[in-house]
Structure formats: structure tokens, C-alpha cells
């Protein structure tokens, strides 16, 4: 018996950062599997409630996470991660995953996280603006091919626990986790021209929403 077959809902947090190059690395992604899905922005508990799997993009973590705790998000998003819906944080938003953030130069900066992530991260580990980059890493859940990591004013991860795997380093740095459902970078696959990274979160999302149908 075929039941009528729900299609995936990707969601992109939707405050503030690389948004709209979030959504439409995850359009392209979901074209190239050819999977039938649908990109929106999520603010509030309820479209939070809605989506397979979420994007917290790049940005500044500080203002997106207190933009998400005053629309009362932030716990919402807490809850369904535990839950085991996929996320994937890419710099501002690895930092809003992760338990613990300091900033290289100021210390603790006491941000509001969701914490989900076993690690603890070191704001501008590579220095601020000016000192941007781009890096080739070596990415074994993508292949043998280097990913062009875009890095921004990056934070790295200075501590990992011990359900956290390391995807990418560079120069002895942790710059990409992932801990079971959750996937950090300290870089912005979403800027690299390349969908490798938002494919493999668009099939963990695939996977969890045929778990929960
Ligand atoms: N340095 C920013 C922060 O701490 C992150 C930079 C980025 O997302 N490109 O929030």
C-alpha cells in the first residue's frame, strides 16, 4: 500500500549570516540527489517543530543566538537535537552547538549556546577579518577529492569529548566534528562552490525523517 509520501523539509536558521547561501547550497543538494524537498527559514519553536534537519549558518554567533533565545527558539532547537534530528553548524553556528566558546583574545564571552555539541571552541582561533582564508582539507566521509574550506574570521575546537569524531584538521587544528547527528565546521561549506558537505547532511536528514514517518 503506497501512502502519500511527505517531502523532506530542510530548514536554514534564519536570522542573520550566510542565509541565503545556505539555502541554495541545500537546493542544490537536494537537486543533485534528486530528492523532492523543500528549503525554509526557521525562526520560531513552531517551524522549528516542522523541518528534518536544520542549518545554522555563519555569521556572528552572538547575535544569532540571542536573536533565536528571544523568539524562544533555542531550546526548541536544544530538544530536537536530542531527539536526533540532523544538524549541521557551520562556523557561527558550530560555536552556537558546541558547549563552551571563548574568544582568543577576550576570554570567555558568556554567548547563549545550545550546547548539544561535546566541544569546546576557540573563537577567531585565525585571527579576525583581514586574516581570512581559503585551505584544501582532507575530508574522508567526502571522498578522496579536497574540499575547499572558506574561512572566516573561523573559530577552531580546542577540546573534543569523547563522542565526537574529528573530519578535519588543519595545521593540527580541529576545524570539522561531527557527534553523531550534529556536523560543525569552522569553515563555510556553503561558500565553497562545492555540495559534497550539504549532500551528506541533506541524506542524514533523508534517514531521520524516514525513522520518525
Ligand atoms: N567569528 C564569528 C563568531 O564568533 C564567526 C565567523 C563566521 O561565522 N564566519 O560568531
Do not use: W
Not at 55 to 83: D, F, H, N, W, Y
Amino acid at each position: 500500500m503506497s501512502s502519500k509520501k511527505k517531502s523532506l523539509t530542510i530548514g536554514v536558521l534564519g536570522f542573520q549570516g550566510d542565509i541565503e547561501e545556505n539555502v541554495s547550497a541545500t537546493k542544490q543538494a537536494l537537486q543533485e540527489l534528486q530528492i523532492d524537498g523543500n528549503v525554509q527559514l526557521v525562526r520560531y519553536p513552531e517551524d522549528v517543530e516542522k523541518v528534518d534537519g536544520l542549518i545554522l549558518p555563519g555569521g556572528e554567533s552572538t547575535v544569532q543566538s540571542t536573536l533565536a533565545a528571544i523568539q524562544r527558539s533555542l531550546p526548541v532547537i536544544k530538544k530536537r537535537i536530542s531527539e536526533g534530528m540532523p544538524v549541521m553548524g557551520t562556523c557561527a553556528g558550530m560555536i552556537m552547538l558546541s558547549k563552551r566558546a571563548y574568544d582568543r583574545v577576550v576570554g570567555d564571552t558568556k554567548q547563549k549556546l545550545i550546547g548539544n555539541l561535546d566541544i569546546v571552541i576557540e573563537r577567531n582561533a585565525f585571527g579576525r577579518q583581514s586574516e581570512s582564508f581559503e585551505a584544501d582539507l582532507s575530508i574522508g566521509m567526502l571522498g578522496k577529492e579536497a574540499f575547499k574550506g572558506v574561512f572566516i574570521r573561523a573559530p577552531a575546537v580546542s577540546e573534543v569529548g569523547k563522542d565526537v569524531e574529528v573530519i578535519a584538521k588543519l595545521n593540527n587544528k580541529v576545524v570539522a566534528v561531527r557527534q553523531k547527528n550534529i556536523i560543525g565546521t569552522a569553515f563555510h561549506p556553503e561558500l565553497s562552490g562545492d555540495s559534497r558537505m550539504h549532500r551528506q547532511f541533506v541524506k542524514m536528514a533523508v534517514d531521520f525523517s524516514r525513522k520518525s514517518a
